[in-house]
């Protein structure tokens, strides 16, 4: 079963806009990790949050951890043409569980217009 | 340095035959992990390895798939008797010790005709 969904499913943006997507899970988590991927190959690690952290930037990505609500966002500032990808949200097993067992959600797809 | 490599990048085979797709992990990352993206899905986890043993194959299907790491590095993901059901992308990742990040090869898309 699915841990984490991502909201929404499509995003259709301008180039220099901002892009907010967002992730809820259903259980406890040790880390929350998002990827992007493009044309549904490889993923690309973009950020980790602990469980203990609220907030962590990386360059022009943001994102913000609610552990009581079990949700996350992925803000991406001045986007760009080269980031339309799909983005997933990944959690791992907490309360003691396995940090190593990934569950993904079914992902948003961005799309930046030039 | 050089990332997770995987091989083939596109495997196309007939339902009943026998395949093995091949993970190169980086180096000196001694967590390896193979998960299945069927299409428009996130990845699904079916097998983690610690060094050459399997300490989690919950997530395979059924018996008809096995993975090996022999020597802690490469595995191999073998599946019998394919069924159509089988097609999707097969993602290998890897992780170096004390770290809970996973690290993506660009995966191999099975198609079973």
């Known amino acids: 079963s699915q841990q984490g969904e991502e909201d929404p499913q499509a995003l259709s943006i301008q180039e220099g806009e901002n892009a907010t997507m967002n992730c809820s899970y259903k259980t406890s988590i040790n880390n929350l990790q998002w990827y992007r991927q493009n044309s549904g190959r490889g993923l690309v690690h973009l950020i980790l949050i602990r469980s203990n952290e609220r907030e962590k930037h990386s360059g022009r990505l943001r994102v913000t951890l609610d552990t009581s609500k079990k949700s996350s966002s992925l803000l991406i500032t001045a986007s760009r043409a080269a980031d339309t990808a799909s983005y997933f949200c990944a959690t791992d097993a907490g309360g003691g569980g396995s940090n190593y067992k990934l569950t993904f959600g079914k992902g948003t797809l961005l799309t930046v217009n030039p | 340095g050089a990332g997770v490599s995987q091989t083939p990048s596109n495997k196309v085979t007939e339902k009943g035959k026998y395949v093995e797709l091949r993970c190169d992990p980086i180096s000196g990352h001694t967590a390896l992990y193979w998960y299945r993206q069927s299409l428009g899905q996130g990845p699904e986890f079916l097998i983690y390895?610690?060094?050459?043993?399997?300490?989690?194959d919950s997530g395979l299907p059924n018996d008809r798939f096995f993975a090996v790491r022999p020597e802690g590095s490469v595995s191999t993901l073998k599946i019998q008797r394919t069924e159509r059901g089988d097609s999707a992308v097969y993602l290998c990742a890897s992780s170096p010790p004390v770290s809970d990040t996973q690290y993506f090869g660009p995966g191999t898309r099975l198609t079973v005709l």
């Open positions: 390895f610690q060094g050459t043993g399997a300490a989690d």
